[in-house]
């Protein structure tokens, strides 16, 4: 556990620093796995004929699919999932994932505040812009990070 | 027909429990990109003082989505699932899913707003152990796009 608080001393985060970003390559083969694994199985997800049909653009990601991914990099900064308190998204732009080329999601995880929580221990609000294509696909995007006990 | 404001306030049963296998974090894990050994392996999550490996943070999804088909299949809420798009997702955790829980869910529809032509629906899905102690609440706004949309 050393080096998980060494990690976390929220002494050395500042504001607008960079903890992680990692970018990930989404083919229509993940789609159909995290259809499978989340038991989401809209077909607009997998199916060009019937996300056409409905007015969409093409076969999109699930957005939950994206919001999934796009906390990755933060997990693995921190080491413990156990320690996120809070995680929002609003999904304010699909992720397209074309058939042959797939789509490419960059996550950045900045610190966007660090906060003295109710009972007095601290937290650290970690924002994350989410883009594809050159556009940001999440708006919103914070997770909450308690403080490793020492 | 729109959505039924009245159904705003209206607490759900809670939906079937669900038992968290291994696997299924491991299959959930894998399909979000985790390469994190506490999401995989049980000995790095008994490492960090777990029982047994650790869900991804969106897993909640999987327990919440139960409620919300009972939300969606709510005869007098005139929720058309051919028009629901997905706004917002919120959770907020007591402590994280890790296999071998039992999870039982009870929706609360939080409110019902109209936005130029469209519904908005809030829920919230509180996620309970065995025990009954609070693990997350899962908040989700769905989106209803009006008829002429």
């Known amino acids: 556990m050393t080096g998980l608080t060494a990690t976390l001393d929220f002494a050395n985060l500042t504001v607008g620093m960079v903890v992680a970003e990692r970018e990930f390559h989404l083919t229509r083969d993940s789609l159909v796995r995290y259809a499978g694994a989340s038991g989401d199985f809209n077909p607009i997800h997998y199916r060009d004929d019937v996300a056409t049909s409905v007015g969409l653009p093409g076969v999109l990601a699930h957005g939950m699919l994206t919001m999934g991914i796009a906390a990755q990099p933060v997990v693995d900064w921190i080491g413990d999932p156990g320690l996120v308190s809070d995680y929002q998204v609003r999904f304010t732009r699909p992720v397209l994932v074309d058939a042959t080329e797939g789509a490419l999601v960059r996550v950045v995880a900045r610190v966007g505040a660090i906060d003295a929580s109710a009972d007095g221990h601290s937290e650290a609000r970690v924002d994350l812009t989410v883009t594809s294509a050159d556009e940001t696909v999440l708006g919103k995007a914070q997770l909450r990070i308690r403080a490793a006990s020492a | ?149």
């Open chain 2, 1 to 149: 027909m729109g959505v039924n404001p009245d159904i705003a306030g209206r607490v759900f049963p809670p939906a079937e429990p669900y038992l968290v296998g291994r696997e299924k974090i491991r299959e959930f894990a894998r399909a979000v990109f985790s390469e994190n050994p506490v999401n995989l392996d049980p000995d790095a999550a008994r490492a960090r003082g777990y029982a047994d490996i650790v869900a991804p943070p969106t897993f909640p999804i999987v327990v919440q989505e139960r409620t919300l088909a009972q939300l969606l299949a709510e005869p007098d809420a005139g929720i058309d699932f051919t028009r629901v798009v997905h706004g917002d997702q919120r959770f907020k955790y007591s402590r994280p899913i890790v296999a071998g829980d039992e999870l039982t869910a009870t929706l609360t529809v939080t409110s019902v707003k109209s936005l130029g032509g469209h519904s908005m629906v809030t829920s919230e899905s509180a996620i309970v152990d065995a025990t009954g102690a609070h693990v997350v609440t899962a908040t989700s706004t769905l989106v209803v796009r009006g008829d002429e949309s």
